[in-house]
């Protein structure tokens, strides 16, 4: 039996359980046997040696001693009086000081001898811990909680660490004699892996130090080695594919790129030529267009629909907000008119008489361009000759969607982009089946953008700068975190703020954007903010991506700690478009948490995407930042993804090798790799695309 096999068993078939406690482990994302056994500890106390009390204090940080109980005190604190116990081992003597913890007094008891695990300081010219865990020691009896490697799990309310370890223990108990290797031998013996077996033995339960990082190393091996097997194998299905040939004129490219009001930089010609390519082959392209805020993605992907266009085909760009697909839209709009390019643009809010007849001409192929959000997605919507698609911020569609969209072409061109910069290790893991076009470069004269970052009584200053750029005929952006006020979040609202600034700029145009809004009202706001119309638009984050405004040089983003660095990143790109210096306010509470005063140093600090990226990985992880689990990849628990890049290098060229000896995984010894990993992968992440 494979680990994999045991997600068909729902966690209350765990006969050891309580009925109290399989609720509990749901709440924790617990609801399979392999969602047990595959909850790893998230940190470990090393309780396998015991140090004298003496040299506890050497270590500054907390270690395991044995000693007796001499005597009870107590000390006052705070108007309390708390117990203060005296211990001791063979040489010295310290304290243990008990807040709250009145109990004591009888837990340990005078004259008997226990194991203490405490961080010691030498503090007031003695020797004391205030924080400890204890166990009664004795000599011939084996200690429930001492004596090894303990794992610490995340818990959740009435479900104690020693009671989540007892589950532990019984699961593995019961289940892994029963658990096959889904790795072949031959792979183990040439990495020198454990098995298993012994892998989830020792992540969880860890005999030595080294047993625990040989654990770790197995389930990290397995886990960059189960996408690698799965990237190449959808790469290979995905060179299966074939198509006629079909590209041939490229006269209005041409003409839209020598139209342009400025020169393509290297990054963009680079990327364009190997998408043209790409299109020109028997095989669909499936590439991802890569670039930090502002690179101009956005016009290289656009001269791919106008490619596709002039012969004869259409193309659908999916945006994965109603804004950014009005944006684009009202950019492609405009610049494709010249060329004698039709444009059409789909939303689920459109009313049923309009989105009909669009549907209708679309199906003609009165449409060479079609901008939309999800609603590109609609059973009801077929295309006269869909042959490219473009998905912006890809990592914002599910696997599910992605596949939507294509299979309203016949192997389709795609192209997907994202304006999230993604360190190496990432994007060979995430888009490892796809080729990859970076553009690495700014447009020519655009300047640094000059952040700042205020707090709440700084405030007034920042109003007075805004008008003194408004007055130089600049444009300025409000972004709020919520549209109206919440009683359970004590954050600026759109709304609200939206009426004091119309109040304070009594002289400006002041226009309000946000998700409630109709398609016609955000395409109108939107219309007025681009043409100048509008001096300053209060929002939401609906503006993250894709609003290309030159004349607007400030981004004042409040309650700035609620956002992530990537996405501060994104709200600050809106502006630093055009030959003016733009600045970017990020405007917090007065008292923050460290994340927070992290995150603020950091992009005052850094301007480039990339940097900004590899931070925020540190501090939040890939999950949040890019989507992972949208990607329909598993989910990975071990890899560290700045440590690790050599490690995936090595699985990537391990899985090449099996599939080229192996392309179908049918000999004997890779069953378990089909049986056990393969068959495992959600479908849809093999068949995307």
């Not at 009870?72 to 040489?91: A, M, S």
């Not at 850094?606 to 890019?626: C, H, M, S, T, W």
Request: hydrophobic share 40%; glycine share 6%; charged share 25%.
């Amino acid at each position: 039996m494979f680990l994999n096999e045991l997600k068909k068993v729902p966690i209350g078939d765990f006969q050891s359980l309580t009925k109290r406690q399989a609720p509990l482990l749901q709440k924790l994302g617990i609801f399979s046997v392999f969602d047990l056994l595959d909850y790893f500890p998230f940190r470990y106390e090393d309780r396998s040696r015991s140090v004298s009390i003496q040299n506890s204090i050497l270590y500054e940080k907390p270690v395991t001693v044995i000693a007796q109980v001499i005597e009870h005190g107590f000390i006052f604190f705070g108007g309390k009086r708390h117990p203060k116990i005296l211990i001791q081992d063979e040489n010295t003597r310290a304290y243990l000081v008990g807040f709250n913890r009145d109990y004591l007094r009888t837990a340990l008891k005078i004259g008997k001898k226990y194991w203490i695990y405490a961080q010691f300081i030498y503090k007031y010219n003695e020797i004391q811990a205030s924080s400890f865990d204890f166990e009664e020691y004795h000599d011939e009896e084996k200690a429930k909680n001492f004596g090894f490697i303990l794992p610490i799990y995340q818990r959740t309310e009435s479900l104690y660490l020693k009671e989540l370890r007892n589950i532990f223990r019984k699961a593995l108990e019961f289940y892994l004699p029963e658990i096959d290797d889904e790795l072949p031998e031959y792979l183990l013996k040439a990495h020198h892996l454990i098995s298993k077996q012994s892998a989830l033995k020792n992540i969880h339960f860890p005999e030595d130090e080294i047993l625990l990082k040989k654990a770790k190393l197995r389930l990290a091996f397995e886990e960059f080695f189960a996408i690698q097997l799965a990237v190449a194998l959808k790469k290979q299905m995905m060179q299966k594919k074939t198509r006629e040939v079909k590209y041939s004129k490229m006269e209005k490219l041409e003409s839209f790129i020598k139209n342009l009001p400025y020169q393509l930089t290297g990054g963009q010609e680079k990327s364009l030529s190997e998408i043209i390519q790409n299109m020109n082959s028997p095989q669909p392209m499936h590439r991802l267009l890569q670039g930090d805020v502002g690179c101009g993605k956005t016009t290289v992907a656009l001269a791919t629909m106008i490619y596709a266009a002039e012969n004869g085909f259409q193309s659908a760009l999916m945006a994965p907000t109603e804004v950014l697909a009005i944006q684009h839209f009202l950019t492609i709009q405009k610049q494709v008119l010249p060329l004698g390019l039709t444009t059409a643009f789909l939303s689920s809010s459109l009313a049923a008489e309009e989105k009909e007849r669009l549907y209708k001409e679309i199906r003609e192929g009165a449409y060479a361009l079609i901008v939309g959000t999800h609603a590109l997605i609609q059973e009801g919507l077929a295309f006269k000759n869909l042959c490219l698609i473009i998905f912006d911020e890809q990592h914002r569609f599910g696997v599910e969607q992605r596949i939507a969209l294509s299979k309203k072409g016949k192997n389709p061109d795609i192209l997907v982009m994202t304006a999230t910069p993604i360190p190496r290790t990432l994007t060979m893991t995430l888009y490892g089946d796809l080729d990859v076009s970076i553009i690495n470069e700014l447009p020519a004269g655009r300047k640094n953008i000059l952040t700042k970052w205020f707090t709440k009584k700084d405030f007034s200053g920042l109003l007075r700068f805004v008008s003194r750029e408004i007055q130089k005929g600049r444009q300025a952006y409000f972004i709020y975190p919520l549209i109206e006020e919440s009683e359970k979040i004590d954050v600026k609202n759109a709304v609200k703020m939206y009426e004091l600034l119309v109040k304070y700029f009594d002289q400006c145009r002041v226009g309000l954007l946000h998700g409630r809004l109709s398609a016609e009202e955000k395409r109108e706001t939107l219309g007025k903010f681009t043409n100048g119309s509008l001096q300053i638009l209060v929002s939401t984050t609906v503006v993250e991506v894709g609003i290309d405004v030159a004349n607007a040089t400030v981004m004042v983003i409040e309650g700035a700690e609620r956002f992530g660095l990537s996405q501060l990143h994104q709200l600050r790109g809106r502006v630093g478009r055009g030959e003016f210096q733009s600045y970017c306010a990020l405007v917090t509470d007065d008292n923050v948490s460290p994340e927070t005063k992290v995150r603020m140093e950091t992009m005052v600090k850094y301007n480039d995407g990339f940097q900004i990226a590899e931070e925020d990985l540190k501090l939040r992880g890939p999950g949040e930042i890019l989507g992972i689990k949208q990607s329909g990849m598993p989910e990975l628990k071990i890899v560290d993804y700045m440590r690790d890049e050599k490690l995936l290098l090595v699985t990537k060229q391990d899985a090449a090798n099996i599939l080229e000896a192996d392309p179908g995984l049918e000999k004997e010894v890779h069953q378990s790799l089909k049986n056990g990993i393969i068959s495992y992968l959600p479908t849809d992440y093999l068949y995307s695309g």
